[in-house]
């Protein structure tokens, strides 16, 4: 086993192996598989290599015409790796092509002096089972981040929805038990993990992901609505993410008809604007949504956008008078800070890491049901309350301050440096015991 080039206990990484095997981190979020995690690998990234650190980013090509190397900014690389057919393949397939991404990756550190990589980072399942291989081999660390975990999204599954298979729970469990440190987006993701997965409390590190703050600020709500097209007086509910169940977009279209046919003058203002794309269990049906709206008849006051880059993203929250983040499960929920972070109050499950992301009563509201009765009441009370919104509003900027990406890679370089620690005195035991 080869170790680590860093003999020095508590010293920095000088370069990590980051693992994404499903998802690129240059992908745009809000369809397909691209979504919270892609922004969160993406933006440590680039904060780490601010701190000197080098990161390369491992994914699966999805197309041929993409370059093997691709240089986000001096410090971050991704590197695409061939696994498996360019395009066909849906997540659930890619347990099938492990061996091949593996294969690639301790290829590509093969070619490297030794201990090219301190430590390694996967995120996601199918990323874990892949650093733990890679841990093995090439003597460092293995720090996993599970961004969702199937006994978390199965407690709390969508009507209609398909259950997270048992291979999966299986690998995670597998993960969990094999990587040196494990980092959580909240506390109550640090109690799941033991609870249901028997996870080493002491290996656990809890690190809140961030905004961007400088991309993400409150702005001029009628320049921005003159941008999309929407009108001036409108009120504007905005839901951005990827369109499956798990994400309950229907439920913000029901209780938008309910607080249509409960107030004529309202919904004659009312306008739902939906930004994102099929994903996940949404691809059987792509245009449900549509046809709901149809069906409810609101479907002049509803309109469907595309997922947009982030210029036009903040754009889009700061033309809304409520971001609406119904989740049936959300390890964290990013919509809800970018959001606050623009000026823009949330109205959010209680859920999951929704109640860290959004604070009740200061920067929105928590609702702790999926009845779109509770959602319609909720949103027409504060639709028609324009001075509790305002308050909100003030709230939500203060609020999403706490959290920024530069905390976040200060938060993982800490756990790098101990896990670093751990691993070579780990290391060191064993070599006095020989």
Known sequence: MRTSRLAVHNALPRRIATLSVHTSPLEQPGGGDAGGMNVYILETAKRLAESGVEVEIFTRATSSELARVVEVQPGVLVRNVSAGPFEGLSKQDLPAQLCAFTAAVLRAEAQQEAGWYDVIHSHYWLSGQVGWLARDRWGVPLVHTAH????????????????????????EQQVVAEADRLITNTDAEAVQLCDWYGADPAKIVTVAPGVDLEGFQPGDQQAARAALGLERDALVLLFVGRLQPLKAPDVLLHAAALIAAADPDLAARLRVVIVGAPSGSGLAHPDVLQKMAVDLGIAAQVQFEPPVGRERLADFYRAADLTVVPS?????????????????????ADVGGLSTAVAAGVSGVLVDTHRPEDWARVLRGLLTEPVR????????????????????????????RDSIAHFNQGADAQKGLG
């Open 148 to 171: 969702t975990l199937a006994k978390a999204k199965n407690a709390h599954l969508a009507e209609g929805d398909t259950p997270e298979p048992f291979a999966r729970i299986v690998g």
């Open 389 to 416: 919104r305002a308050n909100l509003s003030r709230g939500a900027r203060a609020h999403a301050e706490r959290f920024s990406w530069r905390h976040t890679a200060d938060g993982l370089l800490v756990a790098y």
């Open 328 to 348: 049936h499960n959300e390890s964290f929920g990013l919509v809800a800070l970018e959001s606050q972070a623009c000026g823009t109050p949330v109205v959010a």
